[in-house]
Each structure stands twice: as C-alpha cells, then as structure tokens.
C-alpha cells in the first residue's frame, strides 16, 4: 500500500531534485499538514452536520474518531519519509513496525471506546437485543475489550514477524484447563445470561421457589441471584440451580395483582344465603381488596362436619398478603360471632363403659 502511494507522489517529489532528505522533509510536512486541515476543518462540518440530528451517537462517534485519523495521517507520513531514505532493511523493519505499534495501539483506545458507546446504546433500547440489559451490560463490556485486547497483540506480535503458534498452543490449553476447574462458576455466569436474557422474574418480583423459599428478588447478578424473604432473610442462590428449578412468579402475569383465598367452615344447617352475603361484604368494605376483578364466595364441599366455603379476593401486589389474609380472617370471625354462625371444630364424646372399682 505505501509502495503505491508512494509512485503516485513519485512525480510530485521530482520537483525538489534527487536530494531524499528534502523529499523526506516535504512528506512530513505535507502529512502534517492534512492532518492539521482534516482536524481543523473536516472534523468541525461533521459536527456541525451531526449536532442537527436527534441522536448523540453520531456526535460520539466523530468525537472519538477525529484522534485516530489525525495520528494515522502523520504515520503515513513518517512511514513514506523512511521509505525514501531507504536506510537499511533491518532500520527500515524496526520504523514500520514501531509506527506501525502506535497505529494498532491508538484505534485499538478508539475500538475500545466505540464499543463501550455501542452496547451501552443497546443496553438502554431494549428493542434491539433482549440479552443485553443494564445487568448484563459489564460482562458484554468485558468480553469485547478482552477480544479487541487480544486481537491487537497478535497483531502487533505479527507486525514485529513474532511467531503466535506456540502462544495460541499454551493458550488452549490453559482456557481448557481453567474450564474444567471452574465449571461450576461459568455454568452460573452462562445461566445468569440467560436468566437476564429470558427475564422469568424482575427485581421487586416475589417468587416462590421449587424448594419452598418465598421472597422478594433484590439482585440478580452474573454469578447468583438474591432475594430476601419475609423474615427478612437474604437467601443466596446460584443462577445454575434458578435456571433449572421451578419458579412461580407472584408478580408475573398482565398484573401484580395476587389472590388471596380464605377458606371458611360453618355448621351444618347454617344460611348458606347469608354465609356468602356476609363474606361478600367483609371483602368489599375493606379498601385494601380489589374492585377488578371483583372479590368471589365459593362454596367448595361438604366437608365432614362443616359447610366449606372460600372468599377469593384480590389485592395490589403479593407483599400484602400476610397482613390482608389476617385482617380479613379476624374480621370474618367477628362478624359471624355477631351474626351467630358456628364455625365447627373438633369435638370428641368420652363415654365411659363401666367406672373402675
């Protein structure tokens, strides 16, 4: 490429004799000075251009962009200049490899910095990608700048005729190794992408778990996901088991809403009319109880010595359910006090056969 370039200015050159240090000389400045007119005037139209549209990611990106350029111009310059001297192959190797290091370094800062840019754009529109969330945002971030990082020492190591053969070799095997070692933590890192990915819960949800913990979700990381139970307990659980368990969400749904129920006994003989107009009441004088869907009486079953009956109710969210199944059963045992309806309860009759002598 700079051999091209190069015959092209080839006829320009002759203008200043066959003196290479003049010819050099003409080159750096000439270098220097396009960079100074793509920085100073270039650069300024597209920001210009750029500030009328509505988005800040064109502005970004001509922001970082304008650095690189600026520098690759004057190393193109100075590669030219040193391949006019012509002075010596083994000189010659060390400057092209050498300009060529800063050129690799500086738009390997600029793809670093782009990349950053980009996936935090996509984190913040979830159209886009469903995996990449705010909480998946630093591993996504992490991946790419060990990929660039990676990728611009192989090919610095390869501008500098460095054999990577061996390198990548001892590399696979330590990536297999260190697989193997800590299995269990890239099965949680992986089950967490997915769990983020998929969304089955959010943070606020209140889930139940397979294993019978009930609580709020307060994180969920990489590694493991927390949530914090209704005595206050933070309970830790690896996303490897989250992933492969069964999970019943009490805030997922179209709504947060939950139901309650309230299983209720009477006698036998008792008004049934009267039963389920009295728990129909109770529910809807409480503020706390849902008008939509509207609270329901069921009568359930003849039970073995009791009428069965449930109160179906809904409320605002699943955390209000503890204080709402105990505010509506002491207001349902007042009330059938007051209105003299048996709840029945076990009762056993002692007969005696014969009194002992």
């Given amino acids: ?23 050099s000389l003409v080159i750096v ?14 650069i300024s139209t597209l920001k210009n251009l750029a500030s009328k549209t509505r988005i800040n990611f064109d ?9 690189p350029i600026y520098t690759s111009v004057i190393l193109i310059g100075l590669a030219l200049a040193a391949n006019i001297l012509k002075l010596g192959d083994a000189f010659e190797f060390v400057v092209f490899a050498g300009l060529q290091t800063i050129a690799y370094f ?24 469903g995996i990449l969330h705010p ?84 994180h969920i990381g990489i590694r493991s996901t927390r949530m914090l139970t209704r005595d206050d307990i933070e309970v830790t659980v690896p996303n490897s088991i989250m992933g492969n368990t069964k999970i019943r969400n ?8 939950h139901r309650i129920r309230i299983a209720v006994g009477v006698a036998y003989g008792s008004d049934i009319d009267k039963v389920r107009e009295i728990l129909m009441n109770i529910a809807l004088a409480d503020e706390d109880v849902c008008d939509d869907p509207e609270p329901r009486v069921r009568f359930r079953a003849f039970g073995a010595s009791s009428l069965d009956f449930e109160l179906l109710t809904w409320i605002d969210q699943p955390v209000l359910r503890g204080r709402m199944i105990d505010n509506l059963n002491c207001k349902v045992y007042k009330r059938f006090i007051e209105e003299q309806i048996e709840i029945p309860y076990s009762k056993h009759d002692l007969y005696i056969k014969e009194m002992p002598r």
Avoid at 29 to 42: E, G, P, Q, R, T
Avoid at 250 to 257: D, L, R, T, V
Wanted: proline share 2%; no cysteine.
């Fill in 1 to 23: 490429m700079l051999g091209d370039l190069l015959n092209t200015l080839r006829p320009y050159l002759g203008y200043f004799g066959d003196r290479v240090w003049i010819q």
């Fill in 29 to 42: 400045i000439a270098s220097l000075l396009i960079a100074w007119i793509f920085n100073h005037f270039v």
């Fill in 59 to 67: 502005n970004q990106l001509i922001e970082l962009l304008h650095g």
């Fill in 106 to 129: 500086v738009w390997t800062i600029f793809l670093l910095r782009v990349t950053k840019i980009v996936l935090r754009h996509i984190a913040q529109d979830q159209r886009h990608i």
């Fill in 135 to 218: 909480q998946t945002l630093p591993l996504f971030e992490n991946i790419a700048n060990i990929t660039i990082f990676v990728l611009a020492i192989y090919i610095i190591f390869t501008a500098w005729n460095i054999d990577m053969t061996a390198w990548l070799a001892s590399a696979g095997i330590v990536g297999i190794a260190i697989g193997f070692a800590a299995k269990d933590t890239l099965a949680n890192l992986f089950s967490g992408v997915f769990i983020l990915a998929d969304a089955p819960y959010k943070i606020g949800d209140f889930v139940v778990l397979d294993s019978g913990e009930r609580g709020e979700i307060t």
């Fill in 250 to 257: 009490e805030s997922g749904g179209p709504a947060q809403k």
